[in-house]
């Protein structure tokens, strides 16, 4: 029998952001791990500085590891000279070293964990705004695929030209080995600005965020303290891209509705600000638990997806809501409202319109069509984003379909 058909396909994961209390980062690659595991890979994390969760979740179905001491000095060393303030060449230079030096501690320690691995493993970057062209040029051989959450960051003319022939010569040699590195973007304009930036690592749109089919949890409500009667509103997430001030306003003329906001967003609410004349909300600020999380979807019988207008990056807090099967009301002009209609999940809203909100909250679905939720479930699935990341890893080795730029 062909050994090379009964052996796992290996995936390496790297997250350095494993250990910071900021949104889904913390959660999100053991999601895509899990997706992988699903599909029958091998799969082993590397982590900068360990893992937030680690102690919540079941490590079980993959590997977790995390800097030697020597790396994760320089990832320390690359933090302090990143986090130079001022606009004088001296504060300047230590923040481009600085970005240089975590690129190479990224580099460094995934090229040390693949080469341990039989057979070599695919390597997928989740990092955050790093110089992706640097890290293709210094990664050696193989599959590589970088993550980018947002466009590119900025950078220097003369270093940023060095940078573009060192990877396109490495390039070159990777897929002359049936390698190759490609960077995945989460929305198409994210995407575009890379591509001006290092058209030679194609990048691709791909999404990164998936759902999980979770159980109901009796009492939900009681244990985070919440009334049982009445209908329950959850605003969930991170506080920059969320349009708080409108949810409180349309929410203020909805007395059936209690508003439950919960994380990060929480912490800019200011209930001076926003007088109410029917039911105060609950308010949890700062990063919770994935407890609590799991708590505050259990008990809410609508998502509210509110966000700035033109917000284009997958939403973690829809997929959350996929993933309990709860209606949504979100606001138009975003990648979620796209999936909101396409799976009829609620009903969408003009952002930043409290009485278009309050209106939707009204015509919103009591439950989501079972037919809808499973469609959704199936096709959006963190089992479905692993299947896609494969599909592209994929033809990496398939030259037929490569084409440099020509230089």
């Avoid at 198409?188 to 930036?197: I, K, P, Q, S, V």
Wanted: one cysteine or more; aromatic letters at 8%; a positive charge.
């Amino acid at each position: 029998m062909d050994q090379q058909a009964t052996t796992p396909r290996s995936i390496l994961i790297v997250e350095d952001w494993a250990h910071v209390r900021n949104g889904h980062f913390p959660r999100r690659f053991a999601d895509l791990a899990g997706g992988f595991v699903e599909l029958g890979c091998r799969v082993e994390v590397l982590t900068s500085r360990g893992w937030l969760h680690a102690d919540e979740e079941t490590t079980a179905s993959f590997t977790v590891h995390r800097y030697g001491r020597l790396v994760l000095r320089l990832d320390r060393l690359a933090s302090r000279l990143r986090d130079r303030h001022g606009e004088q060449r001296a504060a300047a230079l230590a923040r481009s070293l600085g970005s240089s030096l975590r690129v190479f501690a990224i580099i460094a320690s995934a090229r040390a964990i693949r080469r341990r691995i039989v057979p070599p493993a695919d390597v997928i970057v989740l990092s955050y705004a790093i110089d992706f062209p640097l890290a293709a040029a210094i990664a050696g051989p193989g599959r590589w695929l970088f993550y980018a959450f947002d466009p590119p960051p900025g950078s220097p003319p003369r270093r940023r030209r060095f940078v573009e022939r060192l990877g396109s010569s490495a390039e070159r040699r990777r897929r002359d080995h049936g390698g190759g590195a490609r960077i995945a973007a989460s929305y198409d304009d994210c995407r575009r600005l890379w591509a001006e930036r290092a058209p030679v690592l194609e990048p691709t749109v791909l999404p990164i965020a998936g759902c999980r089919l979770r159980a109901p949890i009796p009492g939900a409500r009681q244990q985070l303290g919440i009334a049982s009667e009445g209908r329950l509103a959850l605003m969930f997430g991170a506080s920059s891209d969320k349009n708080l001030d409108a949810v409180c306003r349309a929410f203020a003329d909805l007395d059936e509705w209690q508003l439950l906001i919960c994380g990060r967003v929480a912490d800019s609410y200011d209930p001076k600000a926003q007088p109410r004349t029917g039911q105060e909300p609950v308010v949890m600020a700062g990063f919770v638990s994935n407890g609590t999380r799991d708590l505050a979807y259990a008990a809410a019988d609508l998502a509210v997806l509110s966000f700035h207008a033109n917000y284009q990056r997958n939403s973690g807090t829809l997929f959350d809501a996929i993933s309990w099967g709860v209606p949504v009301v979100c606001s138009e002009h975003s990648a979620a409202a796209e999936l909101v209609r396409r799976y009829r999940l609620g009903v969408t809203f003009s952002p930043g319109d409290p009485h278009s909100l309050a209106d939707a909250v009204r015509r919103a679905p009591a439950r989501i069509e079972q037919e809808d939720l499973d469609r959704a479930r199936e096709e959006l699935s963190n089992r479905a984003v692993a299947a896609r990341h494969l599909q592209l890893l994929q033809h990496f080795g398939d030259r037929r379909g490569w084409q440099l730029p020509v230089q």
